[in-house]
């Protein structure tokens, strides 16, 4: 969408994107499969901002994120990929790009949104980065900037996928699922218990957010 050269993804090796890498693959047919259902649970176009989170660390979110976001592209669909981690950020090493400027700089408006968003070789997907890692990421995030940012970006995009730390790590995933429309849990296979998933609902439903899927996870 924006074609801002220097600030273009040129890399085609990309390190954990089957959907792009292997689009025959069996895994990248569950992925379709993932972005139908969503796309029949949002036939009224109420679900256009979706957060992409999971119990605890290393189950696979921001993995998930990326090639879904990138299997939605591929269905003709406009798609923003943001990157909220403003912790430990993972969406740039998985594209393979720079982390020099990103969504913190939006929001501390030292940039502009065109400024910082990349558009990426694959069509129809822009990738908006963490930026560098910030000292009030909690502040950041429940900023009128980041209130702004996202009714400006609802009107450019068909779907905006944002990944996100950990429902149970920091307070900071709490924040964007009370401004998204609705939440995608990843749960790994074999690594998330119970008590974690019954706490992570407790937490969602705290933050008035609402599960529209659950994804399994079974990667080793």
């Not at 796309?39 to 990326?66: E, M, R, W």
């Not at 822009?126 to 890692?133: A, E, F, K, V, Y």
């Amino acid at each position: 969408m924006f074609l801002n050269k220097k600030r273009r993804i040129v890399s085609n090796k990309k390190r954990n994107l089957i959907t792009f890498a292997n689009p025959d693959s069996i895994i990248s047919e569950q992925y379709r499969t993932i972005r139908t259902n969503l796309y029949f649970l949002n036939v009224d176009k109420k679900n256009k901002t979706l957060l992409i989170t999971s119990p605890g660390k290393l189950d696979g979110k921001s993995t998930t994120a990326a090639n879904l976001a990138i299997s939605m592209a591929q269905q003709q669909e406009r798609v923003l990929l943001i990157d909220g981690n403003l912790r430990n950020p993972n969406i740039h090493n998985i594209f393979k790009t720079s982390n020099a400027i990103g969504l913190t700089d939006v929001l501390t408006g030292t940039t502009s949104f065109e400024e910082a968003v990349y558009s990426s070789t694959i069509e129809r997907l822009d990738i908006l980065t963490s930026g560098m890692i910030p000292s009030n990421p909690v502040e950041l995030l429940a900023s009128k900037n980041m209130q702004l940012l996202m009714q400006k970006i609802k009107t450019m995009y068909d779907t905006i996928l944002i990944d996100s730390t950990s429902i149970l790590e920091v307070t900071d995933t709490k924040i964007i699922a009370n401004i998204c429309d609705g939440v995608v849990l990843v749960i790994k296979q074999n690594k998330t218990n119970i008590e974690s998933a019954v706490e992570t609902k407790k937490v969602l439903d705290y933050a008035k957010a609402k599960i529209v899927g659950i994804i399994l996870n079974n990667k080793k």
